[in-house]
């Protein structure tokens, strides 16, 4: 008998059966040999902080937690990833050995390694950036690309109240630009990215034109379903290079399966058949 500790982990949200976290993370489990398991955590926002206190007496390695749980998690744990303060939310919590709550925020860094996936000599300080979103996924981007020495990132947001709360948090690099004038932004970018829900499984398309849009810019999408959004697939028609958002998807999922069950896990085929599988 192996005397290998059997591993927990899971994702907390509400609701949480539409996440594929748990497929990546058993995809692995079952890939690497390793005892373990990855379940589905639905915690009602009310229930939220009984349930992260008692991940340790459960016996959790730790979690993911996803919407609509990523800021009020954060603002329980004992310590925070720096990035994870930046961002203002988490997605990842590591339960230490003395039951203290660690939370991290890997969706930005997955986000910056799917891009070089993508294309191994993309560089964060290639040229401005166009972000179309404010929200959660959006200031997740803008702070790893500010990482990464993006020398202009220009923010359009439908409310236009947030994109000003991100510019005026992170300075003068980040500017605003009103939700009507988003075409005209793209003049001079070399990277567009979608963090709005426009253009994912049943919402209706992005409304943007890419016609003053460079065409060596690298188009990017945060949504994964559907792989290749309306936005994608006319970036891809113009001949930009298109990124989907599997990629961050599974980078993101990394150091977090690292910090739970010990090995670094890798992005296979298999992998992304797994999940594609699943929509
Ligand atoms: P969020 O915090 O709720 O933000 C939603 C954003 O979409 C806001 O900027 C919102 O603008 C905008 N929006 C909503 N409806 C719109 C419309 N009709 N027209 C224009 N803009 C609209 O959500 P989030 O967590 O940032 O997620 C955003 C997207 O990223 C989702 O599609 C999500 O699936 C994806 N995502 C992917 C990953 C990944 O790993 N690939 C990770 C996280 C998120 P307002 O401020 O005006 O409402």
Redesign the pocket.
């Known amino acids: 008998m192996s005397d290998q500790r059997f591993v927990l982990a899971g994702v907390m949200g509400w609701p949480v059966a539409h996440s594929r976290s748990p497929v990546i993370h058993n995809h692995w489990i079952a890939k690497y040999g390793l005892k373990g398991s990855y379940v589905q955590l639905p915690v009602q926002p009310e229930r939220l902080e009984d349930a992260l206190r008692g991940l340790k007496a459960l016996g959790f390695a730790g979690c993911n937690v996803t919407?609509p749980h990523?800021v009020r998690a954060m603002e329980l744990m004992d310590e925070l990833h720096p990035i994870a303060r930046r961002m203002k939310a988490i997605?990842t919590i590591v339960v230490r050995e003395d039951g203290s709550l660690y939370g991290m925020n890997n969706?930005g860094a997955?986000?910056v390694q799917s891009l070089r996936d993508a294309d191994p000599a993309w560089r964060g300080d290639a040229g401005p950036v166009l972000m179309?979103?404010?929200?959660?996924?959006?200031?997740?981007i803008v702070v790893a690309l500010l990482e990464e020495g993006a020398p202009e990132i220009r923010i359009t947001?439908?409310?236009r109240d947030?994109a000003e709360a991100l510019a005026q948090e992170f300075g003068p690099k980040v500017t605003v630009v009103d939700?009507a004038r988003r075409n005209e932004a793209m003049d001079g970018v070399a990277l567009l990215v979608?963090?709005?829900?426009?253009?994912?499984h049943g919402?209706?398309p992005?409304?943007v034109q890419l016609d003053a849009l460079p065409r060596s810019a690298m188009v990017s999408d945060?949504?994964?379903?559907p792989l290749e959004t309306p936005l994608l697939a006319n970036a891809r028609a113009r001949g930009h290079r298109t990124v989907n958002?599997?990629?961050?998807?599974l980078n993101?999922a990394r150091p977090a399966f690292k910090a739970w069950f010990g090995v670094m896990p890798d992005i296979t085929p298999e992998l992304r058949a797994a999940i594609q599988a699943t929509f």
């Open positions: 919407v990523k997605n969706d997955g986000y179309l979103g404010a929200g959660g996924a959006a200031r997740a947001n439908r409310s947030k939700w979608n963090a709005t829900t426009q253009g994912m919402q209706g992005l409304d945060a949504i994964y379903i958002g599997l990629g961050m998807l993101q």
